[in-house]
């Protein structure tokens, strides 16, 4: 059974940086395409960014271009994120899709999710 477990949520001042952590039990990251989402008060769960399972390809949201960056080795992935803002406040969540896909930010092509963290950004 695949396990993924988010952490390093917590309270950041706008303009500071989190780095969220997703540790997995029962698979290796190298397999999967691995995707970070997020779900706002009130609002739809969005996606952010993501990784196809070699690492080659990165696609993210208008919004992330140059204040998230996703990375994963091993047992873990990471979402860094910089420059953050109150609108950002959110609970956050990996997902990995184990298909062979092609890399996407649809949600749907997600097959497991972690529990979510939650980022709250005050000004």
């Known amino acids: 059974e695949v396990q993924l477990v988010e952490s390093g949520g917590g309270l950041v001042q706008a303009g500071g940086s989190l780095r969220l952590s997703c540790a997995t039990r029962g698979i290796t990251f190298q397999l999967y395409n691995v995707g970070w989402f997020r779900q706002s008060p009130g609002k739809e769960r969005e996606a952010i960014i993501c990784?196809?399972?070699?690492?080659?390809h990165i696609d993210y949201a208008d919004f992330a271009e140059g204040r998230f960056f996703i990375s994963y080795d091993g047992a873990n992935a990471y979402l860094q994120m910089i420059n953050l803002q109150p609108e950002d406040t959110a609970v956050y969540y990996c997902?990995?899709?184990?298909?062979?896909?092609?890399?996407?930010?649809?949600?749907?092509?997600?097959?497991?999710w972690g529990q979510g963290t939650q980022v709250t950004v005050f000004s």
């Open positions: 997902a990995v899709d184990e298909g062979f896909t092609a890399l996407s930010l649809n949600e749907r092509e997600y097959d497991y």
């Open positions: 990784t196809n399972r070699w690492g080659t």
